[in-house]
C-alpha cells in the first residue's frame, strides 16, 4: 500500500531474520495487489474497446440515416418542382396531361479508361441502370449512344472511336452495339472456367472474415452459373470445421440458401467473441508468468554477480595489501560491499522466499 512508511534495507533485513513468514505474506499481498491492478486494467481496455464499437457503429447507423433524410430531401424537391411546373402550366391553360414528369437523375458512373482503373464488369451494370432508369433522359438511341461516348476515356475511347464516325460502314446503330464491342476487348475469355475454377478451390478456414467470406462466393458462384438450389450445399461445404459443427442443426433443417446464411453469420459473430476471449486470457496468463521470471532472473544474477567477485584473484590482492578498507553495507572492516558475507545472504534469503512464491502458484491463485 503506497500509504506505509517505506522500508529500509537494513529494516527489510531484519524483518526476513526475525520473522520470514510474515515477510512472505507482504510479498505475496503486494504481488496479488499488482495482479489485480493489472486485471481491472485489462478489463477496462476491452469495456473501452466494447463502447468505441458501439460508438462505430451507432455512427454507421446515424451516416446511413442523413443518407436516407437526404435521398428523401431530394426527392420532396422533386416532388416541389413538379409541382411548380404543374401549377404554371395550368394557370397558363395547359393540362396537367400536357406536362411531362421526368425520372430522378442518377449519378454518372466513372468514366471507362483501361477496364482496371474502373473495372469494366462495373462500369456495365452501371451504365445500363443508368439507361434504363432515365430511359426518359435518353429517349432516343442516338442520344443513348452520345452518353456511352461520353462516359468513356484513354483507351475505351479508342477503341470505339472509329465505329463512331458517320460514314464508317460499322458505324453502331444501337447502345448495346458499343457494350458487346466493349465486353470482346475487356471481358476475359477464359471468364466462366476461371470462377469455376476458382469456386471450387474457395473454402473459408479459421480466422477469414466471415462476411467478405460470403462476398466473394457469391461473386464467385455468380461468375460461375452454379445452380442456385446448389448454393446451400456448396456453402456449408466451404466452412471450416469449427463452424460446420455449429451450424449443423441448421444445415439440417432450413431449406434456403438465404436461411441458413443468416444462421452461419450469427454462429460465425459469436465464435469470434469465444476465441477473442479465450486470447485474452491467455495472454493475461503470460504477462504474469513473464512478470515472475524476470523477478527470479533478477536475484539470480545478482547472486552470481557476487560470488564470481568475491573468488576474483584481484580483489583478493587489493584487500591483502589495503586490511582497512571498510565495507559501506555492514561496516566492517577487511573487505568491500561486493564481497560482503552479509549482503550475500541477505540475498539468498531473497532469493530463497521468491522461489517458494514460484513453487506455490496454486496459493497466489487463490488470493486472486
Same mark, same amino acid.
Given at each position: 500500500?503506497?500509504?506505509?512508511?517505506?522500508?529500509?534495507?537494513?529494516?527489510?533485513?531484519?524483518?526476513?531474520?526475525?520473522?520470514?513468514?510474515?515477510?512472505?505474506?507482504?510479498?505475496?499481498?503486494?504481488?496479488?495487489?499488482?495482479?489485480?491492478?493489472?486485471?481491472?486494467?485489462?478489463?477496462?481496455?476491452?469495456?473501452?474497446?466494447?463502447?468505441?464499437?458501439?460508438?462505430?457503429?451507432?455512427?454507421?447507423?446515424?451516416?446511413?440515416?442523413?443518407?436516407?433524410?437526404?435521398?428523401?430531401?431530394?426527392?420532396?424537391?422533386?416532388?416541389?418542382?413538379?409541382?411548380?411546373?404543374?401549377?404554371?402550366?395550368?394557370?397558363?391553360? $395547359? %393540362?396537367?396531361?400536357?406536362?411531362?414528369?421526368?425520372?430522378? +437523375? =442518377?449519378?454518372?458512373?466513372?468514366?471507362? !479508361? /483501361?477496364?482496371?482503373?474502373?473495372?469494366?464488369?462495373?462500369?456495365?451494370?452501371?451504365?445500363?441502370?443508368?439507361?434504363?432508369?432515365?430511359?426518359?433522359?435518353?429517349?432516343?438511341?442516338?442520344?443513348?449512344?452520345?452518353?456511352?461516348?461520353?462516359?468513356?476515356?484513354?483507351?475505351?475511347?479508342?477503341?470505339?472511336?472509329?465505329?463512331?464516325?458517320?460514314?464508317?460502314?460499322?458505324?453502331?446503330?444501337?447502345?448495346?452495339?458499343?457494350?458487346?464491342?466493349?465486353?470482346?476487348?475487356?471481358?476475359?475469355?477464359?471468364?466462366?472456367?476461371?470462377?469455376?475454377?476458382?469456386?471450387?478451390?474457395?473454402?473459408?478456414?479459421?480466422?477469414?472474415?466471415?462476411?467478405?467470406? $460470403? %462476398?466473394?462466393?457469391?461473386?464467385?458462384?455468380?461468375?460461375? +452459373? =452454379?445452380?442456385?438450389?446448389?448454393?446451400? !450445399? /456448396?456453402?456449408?461445404?466451404?466452412?471450416?470445421?469449427?463452424?460446420?459443427?455449429?451450424?449443423?442443426?441448421?444445415?439440417?433443417?432450413?431449406?434456403?440458401?438465404?436461411?441458413?446464411?443468416?444462421?452461419?453469420?450469427?454462429?460465425?459473430?459469436?465464435?469470434?467473441?469465444?476465441?477473442?476471449?479465450?486470447?485474452?486470457?491467455?495472454?493475461?496468463?503470460?504477462?504474469?508468468?513473464?512478470?515472475?521470471?524476470?523477478?527470479?532472473?533478477?536475484?539470480?544474477?545478482?547472486?552470481?554477480?557476487?560470488?564470481?567477485?568475491?573468488?576474483?584473484?584481484?580483489?583478493?590482492?587489493?584487500?591483502?595489501?589495503?586490511?582497512?578498507?571498510?565495507?559501506?553495507?555492514?561496516?566492517?572492516?577487511?573487505?568491500?560491499?561486493?564481497?560482503?558475507?552479509?549482503?550475500? +545472504?541477505?540475498?539468498?534469503?531473497?532469493?530463497?522466499?521468491?522461489?517458494?512464491?514460484?513453487?506455490?502458484?496454486?496459493?497466489?491463485?487463490?488470493?486472486?
Amino acid at each position: 500500500p503506497t500509504d506505509q512508511p517505506r522500508v529500509s534495507l537494513e529494516e527489510f533485513r531484519q524483518m526476513i531474520h526475525s520473522d520470514k513468514d510474515h515477510v512472505y505474506k507482504e510479498l505475496a499481498a503486494i504481488f496479488d495487489s499488482i495482479f489485480d491492478d493489472e486485471k481491472t486494467l485489462r478489463d477496462t481496455i476491452t469495456c473501452l474497446r466494447m463502447e468505441q464499437n458501439n460508438a462505430t457503429d451507432q455512427a454507421a447507423v446515424k451516416q446511413s440515416q442523413i443518407d436516407e433524410l437526404i435521398a428523401e430531401c431530394d426527392e420532396l424537391s422533386h416532388t416541389l418542382v413538379c409541382m411548380t411546373v404543374s401549377n404554371q402550366a395550368a394557370s397558363q391553360g $395547359v %393540362t396537367p396531361s400536357e406536362t411531362t414528369q421526368r425520372s430522378v +437523375k =442518377i449519378d454518372d458512373p466513372k468514366h471507362l !479508361t /483501361d477496364g482496371k482503373e474502373s473495372k469494366f464488369e462495373h462500369w456495365l451494370s452501371q451504365m445500363k441502370n443508368k439507361l434504363w432508369e432515365n430511359a426518359d433522359h435518353y429517349p432516343t438511341e442516338h442520344m443513348r449512344i452520345a452518353y456511352i461516348e461520353n462516359q468513356t476515356d484513354g483507351d475505351a475511347a479508342h477503341h470505339i472511336a472509329p465505329c463512331m464516325e458517320e460514314d464508317h460502314p460499322e458505324q453502331y446503330q444501337t447502345a448495346e452495339e458499343i457494350f458487346e464491342h466493349l465486353k470482346s476487348i475487356y471481358e476475359d475469355a477464359n471468364k466462366l472456367q476461371n470462377a469455376k475454377s476458382d469456386y471450387h478451390k474457395l473454402i473459408m478456414r479459421n480466422g477469414d472474415n466471415y462476411h467478405e467470406f $460470403v %462476398t466473394k462466393f457469391l461473386h464467385l458462384a455468380g461468375e460461375a +452459373k =452454379i445452380a442456385k438450389e446448389d448454393y446451400k !450445399t /456448396d456453402f456449408n461445404d466451404k466452412l471450416f470445421f469449427d463452424l460446420q459443427r455449429m451450424v449443423a442443426v441448421a444445415n439440417a433443417t432450413t431449406n434456403t440458401y438465404a436461411e441458413f446464411q443468416k444462421i452461419c453469420a450469427q454462429a460465425a459473430h459469436t465464435l469470434q467473441t469465444i476465441n477473442a476471449t479465450q486470447k485474452s486470457k491467455s495472454l493475461w496468463g503470460n504477462g504474469s508468468n513473464i512478470f515472475k521470471q524476470n523477478t527470479l532472473w533478477a536475484s539470480d544474477s545478482q547472486t552470481s554477480h557476487s560470488t564470481s567477485a568475491t573468488k576474483s584473484p584481484t580483489i583478493k590482492k587489493a584487500l591483502g595489501t589495503h586490511p582497512d578498507i571498510q565495507c559501506y553495507y555492514c561496516k566492517e572492516k577487511g573487505h568491500i560491499a561486493r564481497n560482503c558475507p552479509a549482503k550475500q +545472504k541477505s540475498q539468498q534469503v531473497i532469493t530463497e522466499l521468491t522461489e517458494n512464491d514460484t513453487s506455490e502458484p496454486s496459493a497466489d491463485l487463490g488470493k486472486e
